[in-house]
């Protein structure tokens, strides 16, 4: 028999994640898999047992939850000898992978796609020794989006890191950071960097609606020290899906990137605190296998 593990978060999805794990354990015993259900109960769980489930070559590892878990998931299969295919069941605010590979949001619709519909590889974005499936971001922004109370978030859902952001690019002060990417050099004054590895950013899937989960590039944006009517029409350009074309915005697409600065800065990875700079990020195009519609 084929062996899958079951990860779930029971604190998401309003507590709901429970009902699902049985759920899912059931349909994956209709198809000829045995299955292995861990609760995660601290940081670093989900990660340390899906590298466990690579280590044992399991078949699949289903995740329950929402972007915090899967990023630890990915985390524990990426770069292994052995990747299990991925499972996905959305149960977080936002749902950024799923939105890019149209896994549905409704968990009982993704539950159906799992192991019968078909497989998609997507790319994993690395930065220094952690990996990502989103976005990296560094500013002000960055990190007031990365605080956003568990409260805003139930309440507001994707508008709370839009709010936390705009509050970010008005009332903060630009750093200057510099950015290397094929032997190109950016140097300057700059409120936001962004590497979005999908077409979704804190649920809006028009920051970078050109992307696709296997395109093997990140899509960068360095946004530039600007007046607010300037950020008022780029406000305006990335709700119509054109922030590239901005005048104030450097666009380009790269499959490796560096980015460093005196200012103490901390990444914002798929909406978590990460390291400091320097980073160095790049693409593993393809690296992991995903159950899609």
Not at 270 to 283: A, F, K, M, N
Request: hydrophobic fraction near 45%.
């Amino acid at each position: 028999m084929k062996k899958a593990m079951i990860i779930a978060n029971p604190s998401s999805g309003k507590e709901e994640a429970q009902g699902y794990v049985e759920k899912i354990q059931h349909q994956l015993a209709n198809i000829g898999y045995t299955t292995d259900i861990r609760l995660t109960s601290q940081t670093g769980d989900a990660a340390a047992w899906s590298a466990e489930a690579a280590a044992a070559r399991l078949d699949m590892v289903v995740s329950i939850g929402g972007d915090g878990t899967l990023n630890e998931v990915v985390n524990g299969l990426a770069e292994k000898e052995h990747r299990p295919t991925l499972g996905v069941i959305p149960l977080g605010t936002v749902n950024d992978f799923a939105r890019a590979l149209q896994v549905p949001l409704e968990p009982a619709e993704a539950m159906a796609v799992i192991g019968r519909a078909r497989l998609q590889k997507a790319d994993v974005g690395k930065v220094n020794e952690r990996y990502f499936l989103n976005i990296v971001a560094l500013g002000d922004i960055a990190e007031s989006a990365a605080v956003v109370s568990p409260e805003k978030k139930t309440a507001l859902g994707s508008f709370a890191y839009f709010l936390e952001g705009g509050k970010g690019l008005v009332n903060k002060q630009p750093v200057t950071i510099s950015v290397t990417a094929d032997e190109e050099e950016w140097k300057g004054e700059a409120l936001l960097f962004l590497a979005a590895l999908t077409n979704s950013v804190g649920g809006f899937e028009s920051v970078a609606p050109d992307a696709e989960v296997h395109d093997g590039k990140l899509h960068c944006f360095i946004i530039r020290k600007a007046s607010l009517p300037k950020l008022v029409r780029m406000t305006a350009n990335l709700l119509k899906g054109e922030l590239n074309e901005d005048p104030d915005v450097v666009y380009f697409r790269t499959s490796r990137v560096k980015v460093a600065s005196e200012a103490l800065l901390k990444a914002n990875v798929d909406g978590d605190i990460g390291s400091g700079l320097p980073l160095t990020l790049e693409v593993l195009p393809r690296h992991i296998e995903v159950w899609v519609p």
